[in-house]
C-alpha cells in the first residue's frame, strides 16, 4: 500500500464530515414502542406468577413465605427486556418502562422486590380463587423460589393435577 492510496482515503473521511451522534450532549427520543426494564406495580399485582412462570431469563422469583404472603422478586442480572412478563400479565400490573439508560454499579438499584398479603377465607383457610387468572395459568400449591441465593427453582409438583391443593377441613359434630 502505498502513502498516496492513504492520502486519499483519508481525504474522502474528511469529505464525508460527522457520522456518529451527539449521544451522551444531546439524547435523542426513544421510539414509541421502545421495551425498557419491567416495572411492577404491587397495587395491581394479584400474586399468580405468570410473569415468573414465562420469564425465559428466570429473572423473577417467586416465594410464599407462608400461605398469606407471596413475595416476587425482579432481579434484572440477565433481562433481555423481552417484555413477556408484561404481556403475560392479566391484570397489567407489569409495564416496561421508557428508560434507555439504565447503567450503574450496584445491581440492587434494578432490583424490585413486591410482598403481597394473599386474602384467605376465615373459615377454611384456602386462599380466594380469581378464575381468570389462577385458573388459567392453573397453578395449585406453593411457589419456593430460592430468594435468598437468587435462584430459580424448579420443582415437579409444581401442577398438581389430580390431587386436591387443600384437604376440606372435617367438622365433628356433637
Not at 41 to 56: I, L, V, Y
Amino acid at each position: 500500500m502505498s502513502v498516496l492510496s492513504k492520502l486519499k482515503e483519508t481525504i474522502v473521511c474528511l469529505k464525508a464530515g460527522r457520522v456518529t451522534l451527539p449521544y451522551p450532549a444531546q439524547a435523542r427520543p426513544v421510539p414509541e414502542r421502545f421495551r425498557g426494564r419491567p416495572i411492577f406495580d404491587a397495587a395491581k399485582c394479584t400474586g399468580c406468577g405468570g410473569c415468573a412462570n414465562n420469564c425465559p431469563a428466570r429473572e423473577i422469583l417467586v416465594f410464599d413465605v407462608c400461605q398469606e404472603v407471596r413475595v416476587l422478586q425482579y432481579l434484572g442480572r440477565r433481562c433481555t427486556y423481552c417484555g413477556r412478563c408484561a404481556d403475560v400479565c392479566p391484570e397489567k400490573a407489569v409495564t416496561m418502562s421508557h428508560e434507555f439508560e439504565n447503567a450503574t454499579n450496584a445491581i440492587g438499584d434494578i432490583q424490585q422486590r413486591i410482598e403481597l398479603f394473599m386474602s384467605t377465607c376465615q373459615r377454611c383457610g384456602r386462599c380466594f380463587k380469581e378464575p381468570t387468572t389462577l385458573d388459567q395459568l392453573k397453578m395449585k400449591g406453593y411457589r419456593f423460589d430460592d430468594v435468598a441465593h437468587e435462584r430459580w427453582v424448579f420443582r415437579s409438583k409444581a401442577y398438581l393435577e389430580s390431587e386436591p391443593v387443600v384437604d376440606d377441613i372435617k367438622i365433628e359434630w356433637d
